[in-house]
């Protein structure tokens, strides 16, 4: 599908609300899916949601669950990642990433975007 951007990410207080929107250049296939993932520096790639492009089935990491919404944008190529109730701990660096499954090993994705920051002030 080309690569991925991701867009979105900002300086925000605990409490509120943000979207991130990872674009594909190209068509993303119905059987793949778009992983959202977040780092800090110094730690592991972490998985946070994903979304299998072709049912529209969704995946959330239970840390986020309830909070975090993550949709598709068929006729943009784009996934976004809506973020409700943030809190300082959800502070990282934020990446979309394609692969073959919605896993949450981000070993088993393929392509990655180069990252949007999201800053979570308490």
């Known amino acids: 599908q080309g690569p991925l951007v991701e867009s979105g990410g900002g300086s925000v207080q605990a409490g509120d609300s943000l979207t991130l929107s990872c674009t594909a250049a190209g068509r993303i296939y119905s059987s793949h899916a778009i992983g959202w993932f977040r780092q800090n520096p110094g730690t592991q790639r972490v998985f946070v949601a994903a979304v299998r492009w072709g049912r529209g089935s969704t995946y959330y990491a239970d840390s986020v669950k309830g909070r975090f919404t993550i949709s598709k944008d068929s006729a943009k190529n784009a996934v976004h990642l809506r973020m409700n109730n943030l809190k300082p701990e959800d502070a990282a660096t934020y990446y979309c990433?394609?692969?073959?499954?919605?896993?949450?090993?981000?070993?088993?994705?393929?392509?990655w975007g180069q990252g949007t920051q999201v800053t979570v002030s308490s």
């Open positions: 990433a394609s692969g073959s499954s919605p896993d949450t090993d981000p070993r088993e994705y393929r392509s």
